[in-house]
């Protein structure tokens, strides 16, 4: 989906340039335009249902909903301690796994206004 320049700037802005799920800085020309409610799914190009999106997030979102998406990073730590390497650096002490508490970027910034 092709958005003009003035509504990428303006979701671009939306949570202090970072990304809507992850908080992690994003610069403009990464950024990536997501419907958080998927077109799929009855979603609209309206601004409120879109949001900033690295690129990381945006591809592992795909078209999930909010509480899909949310429900899906709750079990990433056990899938991601199932790869060998990260057992290894589990096993030397170099990665320490957590669940995800739950909570998106996005909900602790509006939480902050």
Do not use: W
């Amino acid at each position: 989906m092709s958005f003009s320049k003035t509504v990428r700037k303006k979701v671009y802005d939306k949570f202090g340039r970072r990304c809507a799920y992850c908080g992690e800085k994003i610069e403009l020309k990464d950024m990536q335009v997501d419907h958080v409610k998927s077109i799929r799914q009855g979603g609209t190009d309206d601004f409120d249902n879109l949001f900033p999106s690295c690129r990381s997030c945006n591809h592992y979102k795909r078209s999930m909903d909010l509480e899909g998406f949310r429900e899906y990073l709750k079990t990433l730590h056990e899938r991601i301690a199932k790869n060998y390497i990260v057992k290894v650096g589990m096993n030397y002490g170099m990665v320490d796994l957590k669940p995800f508490d739950g909570t998106f970027y996005f909900e602790f910034f509006n939480a902050t206004k």
